[in-house]
Structures are given as C-alpha cells and as structure tokens.
C-alpha cells in the first residue's frame, strides 16, 4: 500500500523539534543531502544514515550534531547522510504520522532487482533510492538510525547474519538486540547487498532509538552514533568519552530471535489486545486475528517486537521473537 500513514491517531507528545537540514542541501559528494570526508589513512568506508522514514527526527538530530562538530574520520571515508528529504520536510507536529513517506516505505525497497523494475512506478521514494544507491554500494560499514511506534526500550536491530550481532555487541548500545529476516514487504537498506551476506566483509545496523517524537530517542540516538564510530575505528578511540560518562552505564545486552514476522493478509487484521510490545506471551497465547484466521503464539515464550499501528495487507503486524543466549 503506497501513501501516507495519516489517519492514525496521534499516542505520545511530540517533544522533539526536528533540525533544519537545508544547510547540508547541497552535499559534497554529487548528491544532495550527503557528504562524506576522507583521511589520508586508509580504512573502510563507514556511513550513517537518517530520516530513512519522515517523521524520525532523532536520527536527524543525531547527524546534524555530528556535523556541527564538523568531525572528520581518522582513518578511511566517513558519510553522513539525510535520504528521505521529502518526507522529512512534510513533518507536521500536529499530525506527526502523516509523513512517513511520501509515496511508498522507502525501507523496503531494497532487493535485488526492486529499484530496476521497469512496471514500477518512479515514486518520490524510488527516485531517491536511485540516486543514492550507487553510494551506498561502496560503504562498508552502515549504522542506520530509526525509532519506533510505541514507548518501549530502544533495541537494534541485527540482520540474520552471525556478523550483525557481533557488530551489535561492538556498538554497545542499546541493551536490546533483535535478530531477524526481515519483512515480507521487501528488503530493508541495512540488508542491502553484502549487508546481509554471511560472506560479505560488509556490515550494517539498524537501531530504533525510541519512541519517535520522545527526547529520550535523540540522546541515544547520540549514544549509538557514538558506539559505532568508535567501534569501527572512523574516529579516536576517546571519542565523545565526557558525553558518556555523563549518559548511563553501557547495559548488558539481550538477545531475541525473531521466528518470523506476522505478515498481514486481509484488511480485517486486528489485535486482540493494545500490545506495545516486549510483551512475554505462553505458548497459544491469543495475538490477533487475520481476518477470521487466529493468531497465536508459537512458542514459550512468545516475545512481541514492535506492534504495529498501520494494519495493512502485506505489511508486518508484529515480529514473534523468543530470547537467546548472548554471544
């Protein structure tokens, strides 16, 4: 289902103020809204990523600290970079829902073959996947900043790959990771290409700061930007050590495994219960119905991750995850 998610009543206050982006408008790497920078020191190309979805500033507040500070790497390429500008500049705090996207999920588009289809329609998402993706193949190293429907513990997300939760580990924040698929939707940006292969050297994250609009989510949003930078040797290995002494202490992580995501199928999905999620479910638990189809919980325990909101056919409704040992 293409267009915006309005409609959708408004759960939390809006307590962030998105940044005025336009001074990065031009970029310096032939693409508006990105920029990168090189050290005479070779090293990997290691990029972060914001406002892949409209109406989550906290990524963008995460960037434009970064950029204000005018960091440079110590080693190899560092990118910065805004994508969903259009989305982003359609951000109404009075119906802080409604924009994000302007045509499509720009976070689904990323499979083989998805951007190159000539039945498909160039929307506002897919001509910017376009421009940006010819860049994006030459970073190694990706932390894509994101944040959530619904007030619970930030969490990041890991990828299917061994390699996504060591990289999770390196980061350090937040305490939660989540390994998964995907969505049957389509292919996320973190999953893109050698993202996602076992065999691949690249890696990526993907973390979800927060509750979207909450003040709490730019300052870990802050706080993960800082974990990868240090993790993957862009900058000194002291970087922003003041700011986290003063954040609190670097949690011990958990880990959940997502079993599958529950794909909806009909228009008459519906919960059978306000899940917010992290909700520890026995095993049969009622979740939902799919139209008159039930869905339970296949296992015990049965973790829900994320709920969703836009109840959509095709989309995910929830991830049903159980805990795993830490690495």
Same mark, same amino acid.
């Given at each position: ?173 937040? &305490? ?5 698929? &995907? ?130 056919? &095709? ?13």
């Amino acid at each position: 289902m293409t267009g915006s998610a309005t409609g959708l009543p408004n759960l939390y206050p809006v307590e962030l103020t998105p940044p005025d982006l336009t001074p990065y408008a031009a970029g310096n790497a032939g693409v508006p809204y990105l920029w990168t920078f090189e050290a005479a020191a070779p090293g990997p190309h290691v990029a972060l990523s914001a406002i892949v979805h409209g109406n989550e500033p906290c990524g963008a507040i995460a960037l434009d600290w970064l950029m204000r500070m005018a960091l440079r790497p110590v080693r190899g390429k560092l990118s910065f970079v805004f994508v969903n500008i259009a989305a982003y500049e359609a951000f109404d705090p009075e119906l802080p829902d409604a924009t994000r996207w302007v045509d499509e999920d720009f976070n689904r588009l990323w499979g083989p073959g998805r951007l190159d289809d000539p039945d498909r329609p160039v929307t506002c998402e897919v001509a910017r996947a376009r421009e940006l993706r010819p860049w994006l193949s030459t970073v190694d190293l990706l932390l894509d900043i994101h944040s959530m429907q619904h007030k619970t513990e930030p969490l990041i997300i890991a990828g299917p790959a061994a390699k996504g939760r060591a990289l999770a580990r390196e980061i350090g924040w937040p &305490g939660i990771v989540v390994t998964d698929q &995907g969505h049957a939707e389509g292919v996320r940006m973190r999953d893109f290409e050698g993202f996602a292969d076992p065999a691949s050297p690249k890696n990526a994250a993907l973390v979800e700061c927060g509750q979207h609009w909450e003040a709490e989510a730019a300052e870990v949003a802050k706080d993960c930007a800082t974990g990868f930078l240090r993790a993957t040797g862009a900058v000194a290995p002291d970087f922003g050590a003041e700011r986290m002494a003063a954040r609190p202490p670097r949690p011990a992580q958990r880990v959940y495994e997502v079993s599958g995501p529950v794909t909806i199928q009909t228009d008459a999905f519906r919960f059978a219960e306000a899940w917010r999620g992290f909700e520890h479910l026995e095993q049969g638990r009622l979740i939902g119905w799919d139209g008159e189809r039930e869905v339970r919980a296949p296992h015990d325990p049965t973790v829900l991750i994320m709920p969703s909101r836009r109840l959509w056919p &095709g989309k995910t409704a929830v991830r049903l995850a159980r805990p795993v040992a830490a690495e």
